[in-house]
């Protein structure tokens, strides 16, 4: 009775309101997780509709199934939405569906950023599909290379669609970068040490942390084209000491990490998986985990090997193709431990494991020519034929789909709480597997041959019409098999048996909950001791269930959970997580608006969603705290806890540090644009310099010192003014000292620099005024003092960053 009764009020403080409402205004990780994962799915099916109608178009020389331009459409949004619109959000509705189960928290750490990532999401990806149906989709290639992509060669709004659908669609991937992260390190079951989390968050992590600082580069890409595309600021425009290959450098800085952004979570999936279909434990934990970070270490030193032909010095192409092969160390010590723990264990072969033998056997083979790619003799050979798209879809496919099919079918039984109730998942697999390999195996061929990339069609007598008329069926033969793979899990979630808990016997804590899962995740919150806590405790799920565990009771109608040491799982205080709001959709569709106008050249009428943004961004905040202080309160088990309003280093303190990480990123990008381009680009010494002033950078170095210090006195409004003085340095020396921003692309990027930083200190201006209204509305005392430290790191940031780009502007004029 006493479970019974935990559930009703649990329920009643966590669920969704009923009807539509319900659906617009939930935050619950489970609900946007499987939101994720079923758009993700729709996405997939229209790419691979796509990718069905390019083989249509080369199954024979010389087609005329479609012309060139719609060609050039079609297989441009294929690449787009497969990188974009499905494979990292389907890892990112996998993780956040997931990642509290395991770790045992009741929710993320940031729900309502989790909701406003779903809506940006599902906005992005309907604009560029609409804009695919309405014949404008974008047409340069899923990399986006300009000249091509310029104003120049693609006139209509194409480029744009990609430039500010992409960029718009990112914001959810950085937001979901940032919650997991810290969702990890901050809200695990008490005793969680890190050396005993579940295999899968340690891949998160790493995924997490390469998300927040390789995103970064692609959106200042994508910013700085679109402006170029808009106002004519020449970055990459050599006639004006622009270069295209800084685009390149952009792109590939976060396109080769993102590789392993997408493969880390699917080797996470094996790596949980497969120990339990072996019925055994995973082999080498630990090596496992420095593999992982070596992983996400070098996979940032990589991306020069995709511009081996572009003219690069030899001393650069000898390091890069080195680190290219070294990449495949860690990933070959994954694999090893993989196979040791089949090998230590008594695999079975079930449904799960069938994909897993499909993932190593298409992953080792795209490994393989990953290594041949990265040298650079035989990539100048291959470079742009058909070897590299068989290549990359045997990594990408091998690396992600297999093991993803594999989760599909594990979690599966979590999610419906039901059974399968036919085998045609096994046909499935094999039509998918043939069918792959009859693709993408003789894709390779066909590249040997000459073939190149991207071609819409091709003159006979080449050699390539039987090899690319198979590859043809081959792709058709996968179509079948997914078109089954959904088949079946539609006939579980509507025909499917109801199964007792827990049905691989598996040891991960998500397993210690009914199927489904309640809104609430666990009635109370376990304290473990092993890595596996199941095994050591069958019934801990029935213990949780009677509330035996910490936080076993609901009070105030907060949504509580325990928040941790980050290393040793030690609880900290109780993290009180808000509830649902319309806060998120309003925010997504402000943006939406704003990219909406700049898309229709409405330049003037886009800021106008600015503000509305930043009002949404205040009313969110201020929904946070307590006018009172609360002390130390029950967390069961003897312990006594604070609050997250009197805590002193909270989960939002710890976003903030991943959010200024990623600007600091963005920051860093741009400079290194500015030192490639100052190198590098033809037509510099630019023509003329900012004015060598010397009283607008002392005004912004005293802004920034004012800033700095009042906000370490708490003074919140002072140190505004001190952020407003920043602006009113840059502003100055823009109008008044700097050259136009389309003489040049020194010009260019020195209004760039200045922009960001004015930005930031705008921003902190608003956060300051923020605290101060807090302050004044009883939100702060000596106990409650969070919101101010957070306030301290962004002013703080603003004015290193006003400070760094005033001087940096004039310098090039001193020196001159």
């Known amino acids: 009775m006493k479970a019974l009764r935990l559930h009703n009020e649990l329920t009643a403080i966590w669920r969704n309101e009923p009807g539509w409402r319900g659906h617009l205004r939930s935050v619950n990780h489970s609900d946007i997780g499987k939101r994720f994962i079923v758009a993700a799915f729709v996405f997939f099916a229209i790419g691979g509709v796509l990718a069905m109608l390019i083989r249509a178009q080369l199954a024979t020389p010389r087609s005329a199934f479609v012309g060139p331009d719609v060609y050039n459409q079609i297989f441009t949004m294929h690449g787009s939405i497969m990188m974009f619109l499905f494979a990292i959000p389907m890892f990112e509705g996998l993780t956040m569906y997931l990642l509290p ?62 430039l500010l659908g992409i960029t718009f669609v990112e914001i959810s991937a950085m937001s979901a970068a940032i919650e997991i992260a810290v969702s990890i390190l901050k809200l695990r079951a008490p005793g969680m040490r890190l050396d005993r989390m579940p295999i899968f968050a340690w891949y998160m992590l790493a995924t997490a942390g390469m998300m927040v600082f ?151 083979l795209g490994g393989l020519t990953g290594v041949m790619l990265a040298m650079v003799p035989f990539d100048a050979q291959a470079h742009d034929t058909a070897f590299v798209t068989a290549h990359l879809h045997y990594v990408l496919v091998g690396g992600f789909v297999f093991p993803m099919l594999a989760a599909a079918y594990y979690w599966l039984p979590h999610i419906t709480g039901r059974q399968r109730v036919m085998r045609i998942g096994e046909a499935a697999f094999w039509l998918i597997f043939i069918g792959f390999n009859l693709t993408f195996f003789l894709m390779h061929l066909t590249g040997l041959l000459g073939m190149p990339r991207r071609i819409d069609t091709y003159p006979e007598g080449m050699g390539w019409t039987a090899l690319n008329l198979l590859s043809s069926v081959g792709g058709f033969v996968q179509a079948f ?11 579980q979630i509507r025909l499917g048996r109801r199964h007792a808990r827990d049905p691989w016997q598996a040891h991960t804590l998500e397993w210690a909950m009914p199927t489904p899962a309640p809104a609430y995740n666990f009635a109370s919150i376990a304290t473990v001791a092993d890595r596996e806590p199941l095994v050591t405790a069958p019934d801990l799920g029935v213990r949780l269930a009677r509330g035996e565990g910490m936080l076993g009771a609901a009070r105030n109608g907060w949504r509580e959970t325990i928040a941790v040491d980050m290393t040793t799982g030690v609880p900290e205080h109780i993290a009180i997580l808000p509830g649902n709001s319309w806060l998120p959709i309003a925010t997504a569709a402000a943006l939406g608006g704003f990219f909406l106008a700049m898309l229709a050249g409405l330049y003037p009428v886009a800021p106008a969603f600015l503000p509305v943004v930043a009002w949404l961004g205040w009313r969110w905040a201020w929904t946070n705290g307590s006018r009172h202080d609360v002390g130390m309160v029950d967390a069961g088990h003897d312990r006594r806890l604070p609050t997250a309003f009197e805590a002193r280093q909270t989960t939002g303190w710890w976003g903030s540090i991943l959010a200024i990480g990623a600007s600091a990123t963005l920051f860093a990008s741009l400079l290194f644009g500015y030192g490639f381009l100052w190198t590098v680009a033809p037509g510099w010494p630019p023509p003329a310099l900012v004015a060598p002033s010397l009283l607008l950078p002392l005004l912004a170095l005293a802004g920034a010192g004012c800033a700095v210090v009042m906000a370490r006195r708490d003074n919140a409004m002072i140190a505004a003014v001190g952020q407003g003085v920043i602006v009113l340095a840059l502003v100055m020396l823009l109008v008044v000292a700097a050259p136009a921003p389309t003489s040049h692309a020194y010009a260019a990027a020195s209004a760039a620099i200045a922009a960001y930083a004015i930005f930031h200190a705008v921003l902190a201006v608003l956060i300051l005024a923020f605290v101060f209204a807090r302050e004044r509305a009883g939100f702060h005392s000596a106990s409650r003092s969070g919101e101010r430290r957070i306030a301290r790191l962004w002013s703080d940031h603003a004015a290193g960053a006003g400070a760094f780009c005033a001087v940096l502007l004039v310098v090039p004029g001193w020196l001159a």
């Open 101 to 162: 189960k395991m770790l045992g928290s009741r929710d993320l750490a940031f729900p309502r950023l989790s909701a406003l990532g779903w809506w940006c999401y599902l906005f992005g990806g309907t604009i560029i599909v609409v804009a695919m149906l309405a014949g404008v989709a974008p047409n340069a290639g899923w990399f986006l290379y300009p000249p091509l992509s310029g104003r120049t060669f693609t006139p209509g709004i194409n480029s744009d669609v990609w």
């Open 214 to 364: 390789g995103f970064p580069p692609l959106i200042l890409g994508s910013i700085l084209l679109e402006i170029e595309r808009a106002f004519g600021w020449p970055f990459f425009d050599p006639a004006l000491g622009g270069s295209p290959l800084l685009w390149q450098h952009l792109f590939w800085l976060f396109g080769h990490p993102e590789v392993y952004i997408i493969f880390l979570p699917a080797a996470g999936a094996v790596s949980t998986i497969l120990p339990v279909m072996a019925r055994t434990r995973l082999l080498g934990y630990g090596a496992i985990v420095a593999a992982i970070m070596a992983l996400a270490f070098l996979s940032f030193g990589l991306w020069v090997h995709h511009m081996f032909t572009t003219g690069i010095p030899h001393m650069a192409l000898g390091f890069f193709s080195a680190a290219s092969a070294l990449v495949a160390i860690p990933t070959a010590v994954q694999i090893f431990a993989w196979l040791g723990t089949l090998w230590g264990g008594r695999p079975e072969m079930k449904l799960p494991m069938l994909y897993l033998i499909g993932f190593f056997v298409v992953f080792v």
């Open 481 to 491: 098999g997914f078109a089954l793979f959904l088949v079946d899990v539609v006939l």
